[in-house]
Structure formats: C-alpha cells, structure tokens
C-alpha cells in the first residue's frame, strides 16, 4: 500500500471542430521553439492554473490565448478523459473538451510556442503529432469517453502506430466491442489497430456483421458467417 497520496496535474485539449467540405475537422496547431514537443501537432491545451481555476475556466483561458477565440461556457462539451503516462515516467489526467461553436478567427496566438495552425480531417491527421493528443483523438473518434494511455521509457513522444498504447475503456451501456478473440484479433492483423466497433448484425439467427473503425481512418465490415456454406458462396460472390 502506497505511503502517501498520490497528486496527477490536470491538462485541458480543445477540440475545435468545423463541417468541411469532406466531412468533420478538428484545429490543430504546431509546437515550435524550446519548448516539449516542439515540431509535433497537438489539439490546442495547457494546464489547470491552481485551486482557483476549474477545468472549463481553464479551457476557455486556452482557447483565448493559443488561438483567438471566444468560446461561451454554455457550448462547452464533454469528449473524452485520458489517464496519460510520458515515456518519462510522470503521469497525468487529460480531459478533452468538443467546441463546435466560437466567435473570431482561429489564429497563431503564441508565434514563439507555435509556428501553424490548421483545419484536418480526422481521416487525414497531420505527422509528426504527440502521441498523447493522438490517444485522445482516437478515443473520441471511436466513441469512448474514458482512455489510458500509459508508454513506456523510450517510447517517442510522437506518435507511431508501431507503439500505440491507447487503451479505450467503454462507457456505461457500451456492451458492443465488436468481435471477440481470433476474430477481432484477425481483423486487427489485416487492418491495423481499430478504434471502434458498430453492430450492423442483420435480423437473422445467427447473422454476426460489425463495422470497423480503423485509428488511421477508414471503415471495414467484418462478418461471421452462419456456416462454412454461406461463407463459402459469399466469399465466392465477393471474388467475382
């Protein structure tokens, strides 16, 4: 049992979000200078300032400052919290606000933290990102609501698909994780590491279809046929 309590800093991550011509996309912006993770795209986000700050002040003070714009409390919403660990070893709690609605012109605010600033479709997301942004874009993008993200010493700070240690921990009445075992394991293996699972099961006995979001973007249908004779004609008319 541990001697003492143990004390996490609390980030805040905005996720500015506009209807593109080609679907959703986020503002993201570039760290730049002598600064942690300089060259890496992140979501706009600081720090909880203090015992005087709560988490949705503190938000609206990020906003303001990184990028210009005024944000009303009442259109703050909710995303995703993620329990993070840097390959350093220190730990913290990141929480991700969405924000669809603002007054001004998102703009470089920090010239000597940040060198650009941009709009990005979540299917298109900029490299090199910080791998910690990343887990919590990932979260949201599958649905979830809560995220560990704990790397390893001599992990990178940005991400790498190759060491992606998210982990998405499902909210109340989430009972869909889509396939289970050498199925989901398969999928994975064919794909890449999928965010998101939806039940698209036909109304018939024994009928199993999900649709699979992948972390890079994309969508995938996997599907457990009745037996080896459907499976066998379907994959057959699929060839074709």
């Known amino acids: 049992m541990s001697g003492g309590r143990h004390m996490l800093p609390v980030d805040v991550h905005l996720l500015v979000v506009r209807d593109g011509e080609r679907g959703p996309e986020v503002l993201l912006s570039r760290r730049a200078g002598g600064v942690y993770a300089s060259g890496l795209w992140r979501l706009p986000s600081g720090h909880v300032d203090g015992a005087f700050e709560d988490i949705v002040i503190a938000l609206l003070r990020e906003a303001l400052e990184e ?6 409390p009442a259109d ?41 600033m941009g709009w990005f ?7 090199p990102m910080v791998a910690y942004c990343r887990a919590g874009l990932d979260a949201y993008r599958a649905g979830a609501r809560m995220g560990v993200h704990f790397q390893e010493p001599g992990d990178p700070i940005a991400y790498d698909p190759a060491l992606d240690r998210t982990l998405l921990i499902p909210g109340p009445g989430s009972h869909d994780t889509g396939p289970d075992g050498a199925v989901g394991d398969f999928a994975e293996r064919a794909v890449g590491r999928i965010t998101g699972w939806t039940d698209v099961s036909w109304a018939r006995q024994e009928s199993r279809v999900w649709r699979a979001h992948r972390a890079e973007g994309g969508e ?4 457990v046929h009745q037996n080896q004779r459907f499976h066998q004609r379907e994959a057959a008319a699929l060839r074709g």
């Open 121 to 127: 479709a979540f299917d298109k997301l900029p490299e």
């Open 67 to 72: 990028t210009g714009i005024v944000v009303d």
């Open 76 to 116: 703050v919403r909710s995303a995703v919290t993620v329990h993070h660990r840097s390959p350093a070893g220190g730990a913290r709690i990141g929480v991700f606000f969405e924000v669809r609605r603002w007054r001004g012109t998102p703009q470089v605010m920090e010239p000597e933290v940040c060198d650009a």
């Open 220 to 223: 995938w249908y996997v599907k």
